[in-house]
């Protein structure tokens, strides 16, 4: 094709980039190329300002959170579909594990898990037992922590303490002003919600995340080799 022939395909093209040819096109290519980059820059900077004064904010932590609780409820909020009735009748669902354990440290544990069990309704709990002394906390009382420390100079000492959540502790403060008045579970979703915009803003891996994810998924493997075995199971190293 001819110069000339190939000015006239360009001229018929409806594109007005496309009309541009020999040296006035390589200049317009870079041109264009940097004011979509300037766009996109400038778009993720605002982005960014926006999201840290997310962080910055409370007031508008909780207005975003009770919009988006508000939009989930006019979605899905709809009447319920089923009925709970007491069952009346032998369980047949054997939702029950346990496990004892060897820590790399020399400790022993027993880990236990089963929700058909009867009393407990979030019993989702922890205790551990020292030399000098013991601590246990349950998610039913999730603002308490039960403290003990051996008293060898007086046994009548040695009970548990009761430790209440309070605004010396981490988050509590931005909820509630006193020590003593509880934390709910919205308020602990609020604090997931900041510590992953928070991982996200400062570009640090939050913890925990998959690695620690992965490190229980190992732990149940083992479970799972034992349960078959018959014997004692290593847990696989990361």
Known sequence: MRPQERAE??????????????QDACRARPAIQ??????????????????????????????????ELAEIVARYGDDRRTQIIAYDGDVTN???????V????????????????????????????????AVKWNFERMNELQLQFRRDDDLAQEGYTTVLSGPAHPYHRHFNPGPGISLGYDDLKVIE??????????????????????????????????????????????
């Open 94 to 100: 054997e939702d029950y594990a346990s496990a004892l």
């Open 9 to 22: 395909t360009l001229a018929a093209d409806d594109d007005p980039v496309n009309v541009l040819h020999g």
């Open 193 to 238: 919600a900041y510590e992953f915009l928070s991982s996200i803003a400062s570009g640090k891996q939050g913890e925990p995340g998959f690695r620690e994810a992965a490190a229980v998924a190992r732990v149940q493997q083992a479970i799972i080799r034992s349960w078959e075995s018959k014997r004692w199971e290593t847990v696989d190293k990361e």
């Open 34 to 67: 940097r004011r979509q980059l300037t766009d996109e820059y400038e778009q993720l900077m605002t982005q960014i300002a926006d999201y840290e004064g997310i962080l910055a904010s409370p007031q508008r932590q909780r207005q975003i959170v009770g919009q």
């Open 102 to 133: 060897h820590f790399q440290n020399g400790a022993r544990g027993l880990l236990e898990s089963c929700r058909v069990i009867n009393g407990a309704k979030c019993d989702m709990s922890f205790e551990l037992h020292g030399t000098k002394g």
